[in-house]
């Protein structure tokens, strides 16, 4: 038989834990800093939410008597430093802190600025990769915007040197961090478009997320967005993402990291080039190898061997053409020499004076009728013309009592209408 008396119920060891927990004096008041989550205000006024960090999560509850005298209204993601008690709850078993105060974190708050303005120019289209300039392969100039002192410049440098110490670099000094940075960053992006750069580095070594903020301003990424040259971001270590990281055309993780995306290694562009070279000579005896089994092809052809042959078609051709071309001429003389002889058995030619007869009678019958039809004719049978305003009058109707002009046949009288009577 098992003893039972040694066995506690779950109430009993949750009380148990609860006394343990609030008889600790580490736990009577802990300051605890985290990211607000789930959050709930009850109609009591009580506040329930969650604070959390990369890898844990604590339940928290703030009573109306001190949640009443927070001078803000806690958000989910907002960043929070909390003053309380840790404690059990025992219906649940779950141990949670009573929160007795709460201010914002101001790293919290920038992370919510960051958030809010990577939002606003990610709806401008501003990350968009359509507007992501090309990184040369092999640059000739390159600018750098960063601290003129400092490690990010040396690793920068001796990167581009070691790797690729043909192209020239140019050197932009400027604030990286302070309150006037985001002014200098910006004036030397524009000042940087006027010395014909291939590709422009801009950044700064590993920081707090104040020390990078300049990085995170709305006047950087937008001059980032409008350079003509490509940029690449170089700011902070690799975990750190800024706005510039967003908006420039190419991201690197770290200053090191830009200067070898900026530039080939000098290894690899010599073995690219020897590469090309046996590529470009095996094509080369390629090329050669065809054209000699091309002329191996042509001499040994039937028609360079017997050349004549490439005239013969050409010859037969002629010929046909040259015998159309008589045949034509022949049946075009033929054809001229009937038409001749038809000529000379025609009457014109033969008897010339029986066509001028006929012309001469025709002619005269065209005179008589053009007699017939000459109204000077009529006039001398004795009929008049009669005009008045210089036209015909045909009926005693057209006339009025003016002026008329009498056409007989040898003369004109000009005579007066004294009256007029109509048949």
């Known amino acids: 038989m098992n003893d039972q008396t040694k066995y506690l119920t779950v109430g009993a060891l949750t009380r148990y834990l609860k006394m343990k927990f609030d008889t600790d004096d580490n736990l009577r008041q802990v300051y605890l800093k985290g990211e607000i989550s789930n959050f709930k205000s009850h109609t009591t006024g009580h506040f329930y939410f969650s604070i959390k960090d990369e890898t844990s999560k604590i339940n928290a509850i703030m009573f109306q008597r001190n949640a009443s005298k927070l001078p803000f209204l806690p958000t989910d993601g907002m960043k929070v430093l909390v003053t309380g008690r840790i404690s059990v709850y025992e219906a649940t078993g779950n141990y949670q802190i009573y929160v007795e105060d709460m201010m914002e974190d101001g790293i919290g708050n920038l992370y919510i600025a960051f958030e809010k303005l990577k939002e606003q120019l990610s709806k401008e289209g501003l990350f968009n990769p359509e507007h992501k300039k090309k990184i040369p392969k092999i640059p000739s100039r390159i600018g750098i915007i960063t601290a003129k002192t400092g490690a990010a410049i040396r690793d920068i440098l001796s990167t581009i040197e070691r790797r690729f110490p043909y192209t020239e670099t140019i050197l932009f000094p400027s604030l990286v961090q302070g309150d006037t940075a985001k002014e200098d960053i910006v004036r030397n992006i524009k000042l940087a478009q006027n010395y ?45 993402y800024t706005i510039s990281d967003f908006v420039a055309d ?10 070898e995306l900026a530039v080939p290694n000098r290894k690899d562009v010599l073995l690219h080039l ?19 089994e091309k002329l191996i092809h042509y001499h040994n052809s039937y028609i360079i061997k017997n050349p004549m042959l490439i005239y013969d078609n050409y010859r037969q051709k002629l010929l046909l053409e040259e015998d159309q071309l008589q045949k034509a001429m022949q049946y075009f003389l033929e054809t ?81 209408v004294i009256k007029i009577k109509e048949n």
């Open 196 to 240: 014909d750069l291939d590709v422009l580095i801009v950044g700064r070594g590993g920081g707090s997320i104040e020390d990078l903020w300049a990085f995170n301003e709305e006047i950087v990424a937008r001059a980032i967005y409008d350079s003509k040259v490509p940029i690449i971001s170089a700011v902070g270590h690799e975990i750190d």
């Open 274 to 292: 020897e590469q090309l070279k046996i590529r470009s000579q095996e094509a080369i005896f390629k090329k050669i190898k065809l054209m000699q």
């Open 336 to 416: 001229k020499r009937n038409v001749l002889q038809l000529l000379k058995q025609h009457t014109c030619i033969t008897h010339p004076e029986f066509l001028y007869k006929e012309r001469k009678i025709q002619l005269y019958h065209i005179m008589e009728k053009l007699e017939i039809l000459n109204p000077l004719s009529v006039l001398k049978r004795g009929y008049t013309i009669t005009y008045q305003n210089n036209k015909v009058l045909k009926s005693v109707k057209e006339l009025t009592k003016q002026d008329i002009s009498i056409q007989l046949v040898d003369g004109i009288i000009d005579a007066k």
């Open 250 to 259: 190419l991201r690197a993780p770290t200053p090191t990291g830009a200067a």
